[in-house]
């Protein structure tokens, strides 16, 4: 028992030596606790392009670990892992002190861009936003920053540094590579149909006195003070661009084997400037460009071609040259079908009918044979 005891009293002994030796220790030089810093998460930087040596904007996202206040810089280091190689490095960054290429969103909602506090050839420094942990952080550098992608296509680490209490980072990479060039080849769509109207079809306010074809405007007998009136529709498929313009034109006047012509309108004077149809004046003394003449109207009221003037409304005419004159006309691609109102008073986009009316007078010369062949020209616009 005496041994027992001895042994007990003196491993007591040791205990408490020691805790007062530690204790002695602690309170001479204190107690020290180390601080991490803690990891940012999602971190990544999207760029407005990955191609090389050219300007790029940077978007760069991050949940923040800890609570970010507005007085606590962000530094966003482009270079991280610079290994001081020429022209492997991301170029410097310009015109930025006054913000005009900061913009910065929280949770997806923008927030007042940040303020610009310094930089250098691979940093920049910002601060002036409040996010909480768990927050989503965007910071935008447009491209106006000149920041210039490497010329050497690799990898790039990128990180950012959230000068907050707890020192938060984070590194995310870019990849800087050659464009793919992506091509295509769409054929040229372009179909131009003209077709014959049936007797009593509207045209542009008239109704036609004949059925016509796409090859032949048969007018027929022509009776003194009895017009005449036939007509054609007109229609464009096409996928160019900028659309279409259809022209017209006679090969020479609507004439006789004999040398008698049918004047063009108004009695041979070729007008261009819409105008509502009159009868030929027909006086011996006025000569033979009064004695008959004959014209056209067409329902497209835009014919989309500066140097033509537009149809404004029915009953309007224009003379038959011998040199291309628009007709119809559309901006855009086209179906073939889309058409307008009726009449002149709206534009035909894809469909139009144009008519043409004859009215002599009993003046007008003897012939069977009075001929003339009109040549539609229709053209894509790329």
């Avoid at 803690?38 to 050219?54: D, G, H, I, Q, R």
């Avoid at 054929?187 to 090859?215: H, K, M, R, W």
């Avoid at 498929?237 to 309108?265: H, Q, R, W, Y």
């Avoid at 108004?266 to 030929?280: C, H, N, S, V």
Wanted: glycine share 10%.
């Amino acid at each position: 028992m005496f041994v027992n005891s001895t042994i007990t009293v003196g491993v007591t002994q040791r205990v408490v030596a020691t805790l007062v030796a530690c204790a002695t220790i602690m309170a001479s030089i204190g107690v020290y606790q180390t601080a991490h810093a803690a990891n940012l998460t999602e971190v990544s930087n999207t760029l407005s392009t990955s191609a090389p040596n050219v300007a790029s904007a940077h978007t760069i996202l991050f949940t923040a670990t800890n609570d970010i206040g507005p007085a606590e810089n962000i530094t966003i280091t482009w270079d991280s892992q610079d290994d001081g190689g020429a022209g492997q490095d991301f170029g410097g960054i310009d015109d930025i002190a006054d913000n005009s290429n900061l913009s910065a969103a929280v949770d997806g909602s923008a927030v007042t861009a940040p303020t610009f506090v310094s930089d250098s050839a691979d940093t920049l420094v910002v601060n002036g936003i409040t996010a909480t942990a768990g927050q989503t952080v965007e910071i935008e550098v447009a491209v106006g920053a000149d920041i210039m992608n490497p010329t050497t296509l690799d990898s790039y680490e990128i990180q950012i540094d959230v000068a907050n209490a707890d020192n938060d980072i984070g590194r995310t990479r870019v990849v800087i590579l050659e464009q793919v060039v992506v091509t295509a080849i769409v054929p040229t769509i372009f179909e131009f149909v003209v077709d014959g109207l049936a007797t009593t079809t509207d045209v542009n306010g008239e109704s036609t006195t004949g059925s016509s074809t796409a090859t032949d405007i048969p007018f027929g007998v022509l009776t003194a003070g009895d017009a005449k009136f036939m007509g054609q529709q007109l229609s464009v498929e096409t996928n160019a661009n900028n659309g279409f313009t259809v022209s017209v034109e006679k090969d020479g006047p609507l004439a006789s084997s004999f040398g008698a012509d049918i004047d063009s309108f108004f009695d041979g004077t070729d007008e261009l400037t819409p105008t509502a149809w009159a009868p030929p004046t027909g006086t011996l003394a006025g000569g033979e460009n009064e004695w008959g003449h004959w014209g056209m109207t067409t329902e497209d009221g835009d014919l989309n071609n500066g140097g033509a003037t537009d149809f404004t409304s029915t009953d309007q005419y224009i003379a038959v040259l011998n040199t291309p004159t628009v007709i119809f006309g559309h901006t855009s691609v086209c179906d073939g079908t889309t058409t307008g109102g009726g009449d002149a008073t709206d534009d035909d986009l894809c469909l139009t009918q144009v008519g043409y009316k004859v009215e002599i007078t009993p003046l007008q010369e003897a012939g069977d044979d009075y001929t003339t062949n009109l040549m539609y020209i229709a053209t894509p616009r790329f």
